[in-house]
């Protein structure tokens, strides 16, 4: 496709409830990273693949989220028994190389746990 | 630990009126510092990375700088579809790309 592609757009769930948040990447691109941005903030870094590799997980909150990317192109982020402050929006973008160059965003998923 | 702050966290501009928003950060091992503009409801959009003190780029009206401390986003005789928020983010060693809060330009015709 021609930009990052995110779904569902908009995610309402009851808590404890898992779900599935999905992230198509620009065609190519090497590099994927999941962000979760609260209103008024800039995004927070969740985790990074470099191709199929989850090389840093280091910013997933708890054992409750998990993320893959088995063909080192689509990625799935997952939220376990989802709770109320896992509301916001997730962010996925790519790059075409290496952390350092140009990385294009998606729109997002808008979760909302209620 | 690695910190990105960016200030003004708004800022409001009559059309024409040539301003700079700051980003200082602290981070070991500067590696790249990168500015992204947001509109509402959409994802991050790319502008600059800047790799070392002393480098400039420029694209338009905006034009960001970089000293060993922060870095500078000047914004020239902007228009009213300059408005956004301009996220400045650092990357560092191995760790990921830390953002800042960044600042909401309004600027009004």
């Known amino acids: 496709g021609a930009g990052v592609s995110q779904s569902p757009r908009y995610k309402v769930t009851k808590r404890g409830q898992d779900v599935a948040l999905r992230c198509d990447p620009i065609?190519?691109?090497?590099?994927l990273y999941w962000y979760r941005q609260a209103l008024g903030q800039g995004p927070e870094f969740l985790t990074y693949?470099?191709?199929?590799?989850?090389?840093?997980k280091s910013g997933l909150p708890n054992d409750r989220f998990s993320a893959e990317r088995p063909e080192g192109s689509i990625s799935t982020l997952t939220i376990q028994r989802t709770e109320q402050r896992d509301s916001a929006m997730y962010r996925c973008a790519s790059s075409p190389g290496d952390p350092l160059t140009e990385a294009f965003f998606g729109q997002g998923t808008r979760l909302t746990v209620v | 630990e690695d910190q990105v702050t960016q200030s003004p966290e708004a800022l409001r501009l009559q059309e024409g009126e040539s301003s700079s928003l700051n980003c200082s950060y602290t981070v070991s091992g500067l590696r790249g510092l990168f500015w992204y503009r947001q509109d509402p409801g959409k994802g991050p959009e790319f502008l600059f990375t800047l790799y070392s003190a002393g480098e400039e780029k420029e694209k338009e009206r905006l034009k960001a700088t970089l000293t060993k401390k922060e870095s500078f986003l000047h914004i020239t005789a902007p228009k009213p579809e300059d408005s956004a928020t301009y996220l400045c983010a650092a990357l560092s060693g191995n760790t990921p790309l830390v953002f800042g809060k960044g600042t909401r330009l309004s600027v009004i015709a």
């Open positions: 693949f470099n191709y199929e590799a989850q090389q840093d």
């Open positions: 065609s190519g691109h090497v590099s």
